[in-house]
């Protein structure tokens, strides 16, 4: 698993300049193609859902494309449901390219999933996906139940940088007053936006899709002002003590050949030593990124499953027929 690298055609595109950081060979709109051809693949044992359907949410002044995911399990009225953000360093990614992990964690997970398409770098800077994630919770808020939804049961989700906006989420909710999630799923999660150059890593910790060059890239196209790197909204780990009281419950998905996986330890302490109900499942030989490569690995569909079947039992939705 940890010599196949389907990213590899991606990353070369990006090239590398004398100190390391990558440069713009091809277009954006290109290398975001060549992400999503890696990332493409037939799978037979796609679950089928009751309805996968495309929508337009938030005020007029600020539309965001999303999508909804129903699996056959979801309740006829309102119930619990799932509100996920995808990863992708917030320069990559969309809703096709996590279109296969949000159809699996709704199946898993029982309950619907609302993906969400937020702004990206580096044409939109910090803290553009941060803004479109607490506008997508509190329109889910007010208009939930309209497709589906119970305010009072909300999951926040995500991979990666769509982790971060999750952690984000729980966090900012309880800061602002608002109502907060009652569960998280963070799959190998970004919770510092500040440096991974500086800590001891192995060599298998380059990555499927994550090295010290690319997070430094990802890092500079969307956080212009390197003053906002420890902000709190794109570094929640380093956030304030009081940001962890009353946290909601969480599960973190962590992967024993990731430079990340340090900070995801380091943030279940955190949320343990404040008396939050934590999980960690950590996938030892699995690199950064691989759930989107359930095409070719069935270890990478178990660990979808796995970890929407954390949100079922969170819920009670593993136990309905």
């Known amino acids: 698993m940890a010599n196949f690298n389907p990213l590899q055609t991606w990353f070369n595109s990006l090239g590398l300049d004398r100190s390391g950081h990558p440069t713009l060979k091809l277009s954006l709109n290109l290398i ?25 949410i938030g005020p007029e002044s600020h539309r965001l494309n999303s999508r909804l995911y129903v699996p056959m399990a979801a309740e006829q009225n309102a119930g619990p449901g799932i509100l ?54 509190t329109w889910l808020l007010e208009h939930g139940e309209t497709i589906g939804f119970k305010p009072e049961k909300l999951a926040v989700a995500g991979d990666s940088a769509g982790g ?11 800061k602002r007053g608002l109502q907060a999630p009652a569960f998280q799923l963070l799959l190998y999660p970004l919770l510092q936006f500040s440096d991974i150059r500086t800590k001891p890593r192995r060599w298998q910790e380059g990555g499927m899709f994550l090295s010290p060059q690319l997070f430094d890239y990802f890092r500079d196209a969307y956080v ?43 943030y279940a302490d955190k949320l343990a030593a404040h008396g939050i109900a934590v999980t960690v499942r950590e996938h030892a030989d699995m690199v950064h990124g691989f759930m989107n490569l359930t095409g070719v690995s069935t270890s990478a569909r178990d660990a979808i499953r796995e970890a929407g079947l954390k949100i079922a039992a969170a819920f009670g939705t593993h136990s309905k027929p």
């Open 32 to 56: 975001r193609e060549s992400f999503m051809q890696a990332r493409r693949a037939v799978e037979p044992d796609l679950p089928q859902l009751a309805e996968v359907s495309n929508l337009t």
């Open 84 to 137: 996920f953000f995808h990863g992708g360093g917030f320069v990559l990614g969309d809703l096709d390219s996590h279109d296969v992990i949000c159809r699996r964690l709704a199946d898993s997970a029982r309950c619907r999933l609302l993906a969400i398409d937020y702004r990206r770098a580096p044409t939109h800077k910090f803290p553009a996906a941060h803004d479109d994630a607490m506008m997508a919770w």
């Open 164 to 174: 971060n906006l999750a952690a984000f989420l729980a966090q900012q909710t309880l």
């Open 224 to 266: 212009a002002d390197p003053a906002d790197r420890m902000d709190e909204r794109v570094s929640p780990l380093f956030a304030a003590l009081d940001n962890f009281r009353a946290l909601c419950p969480a599960h973190l998905v962590l992967c024993g050949w990731d430079p990340l996986k340090d900070e995801g330890f380091a």
